[in-house]
């Protein structure tokens, strides 16, 4: 389980993942690996994500799959800084 009082970062991949990847596969989508940040992927139809939690003991992937509704959200450029295809959010 994410321990968000950890967790310094969160990195949305904009672009459409393939799932079959594994954490080696997602790993090389990430230009710079921070610890303490969460990294996280979506599929073309927004019905699975992958989420990879990076730590200075190593990287956890965690995966949820959704068969009836899709996951929403948002983007407020404001709040947010886009690098690269990925979308920064940084806590307050």
């Given at each position: 389980?994410?321990d968000l009082s950890k967790i310094d970062k ?79 959010t940084t806590r307050p």
């Amino acid at each position: 389980m994410v321990d968000l009082s950890k967790i310094d970062k969160v990195f949305l991949f904009l672009g459409i993942t393939d799932m079959r990847l594994g954490i080696n596969g997602l790993r090389n989508n990430i230009p710079d690996i921070e610890n303490d940040c969460l990294y996280v992927f979506c599929n073309r139809t927004k019905t699975s994500i992958k989420i990879i939690e990076v730590n200075n003991y190593g990287y956890w992937l965690y995966q949820r799959k959704l068969f009836k509704v899709n996951f929403k959200h948002t983007v407020n450029i404001e709040e947010k800084r886009v690098l690269s295809g990925w979308l920064n959010t940084t806590r307050p």
